[in-house]
């Protein structure tokens, strides 16, 4: 069972920055795939940001690709998303979500089955 923790959403204006944290109850995610995605009400659940394999090759959506910036440190079983020029349009519930993964190779958005309880991004003009 992985446990997973977000932190760092908050209200800002448009072109700020904020930097997202998802802790991971596990002793070590190497065997874990980590991406976030994000959720505005009514809409489904969309990728922002995840690794190809295993803490590598991050994958970008389209909407965000040159501001967003994934990464994970294995030391403090951490996935960070740093945000940066937010728009409006950004304004999401974000989560962290996770699966296992025996050979590191990442499976697409359908194949993660562990997410945290979400953390609000809200961006005003």
């Known amino acids: 069972q992985l446990q997973l923790v977000e932190s760092g959403g908050a209200s800002v204006q448009a072109g700020e920055s904020l930097k997202l944290s998802c802790f991971a109850s596990?002793?070590?995610?190497?065997?874990?795939?980590m991406g976030w995605f994000r959720q505005v009400p009514g809409k489904q659940r969309e990728e922002v940001a995840r690794?190809?394999?295993?803490?590598?090759?991050?994958n970008y959506a389209d909407s965000v690709k040159g501001r967003f910036t994934i990464s994970q440190t294995n030391a403090k079983n951490t996935l960070y998303l740093q945000m940066n020029s937010l728009k409006p349009e950004d304004t999401a519930m974000y989560y962290c979500g996770a699966h296992y993964s025996s050979d590191g190779i990442c499976g697409d958005a359908s194949s993660y089955y562990y997410w945290g309880q979400g953390t609000q991004v809200t961006v005003s003009s």
């Open positions: 690794f190809l394999r295993s803490g590598e090759s991050p």
């Open positions: 596990r002793r070590t995610i190497r065997q874990y795939c």
